[in-house]
Nanobody
Framework: QVQLVESGGGLVQPGGSLRLSCAAS????????MGWYRQAPGKERELVAS??????DYAESVKGRFTISRDNAKNTVYLQMNSLKPEDTAVYYC??????????????WGQGTLVTVSS
């Protein structure tokens, strides 16, 4: 009913940049919050960045390097990642919190996109 399609992952060298995109589709009444999580090998999934209205939050490890933004007209959220480090290597997941046209509260996860930072 509501799906998230992520794109933009790939292989990049340390210091490089990537831009992740997450497009929400389906019968959406409202989009309350979106965020990016990541899970590195052998580690727990962690919140990287989130956006709710005009407010954004970032994990301390990515502050100053990552920027989350949203295009409400396209129901799309972006994560601009600069100055990438090997420690950023992970599968990145988009998360959607909102309300469907049937007024059901929804939390939806994307399929994940792999970001590999390596020489």
């Amino acid at each position: 009913q509501v799906q998230l399609v992520e794109s933009g992952g790939g292989l990049v060298q340390p210091g490089g940049s990537l831009r992740l995109s997450c497009a929400a589709s389906g019968r959406i009444f409202s989009m309350n919050a979106m965020g990016w999580y990541r899970q590195a090998p052998g580690k727990e999934r962690e919140l990287v960045a989130s956006i709710r209205g005009g407010s954004t939050d970032y994990a301390e490890s990515v502050k100053g390097r990552f920027t989350i933004s949203r295009d409400n007209a396209k129901n799309t959220v972006y994560l601009q990642m600069n100055s990438l480090k090997p420690e950023d290597t992970a599968v990145y997941y988009c998360n959607f919190k909102g309300v469907s046209v049937t007024l059901d509260a929804l939390e939806v996860w994307g399929q994940g996109t792999l970001v590999t930072v390596s020489s």
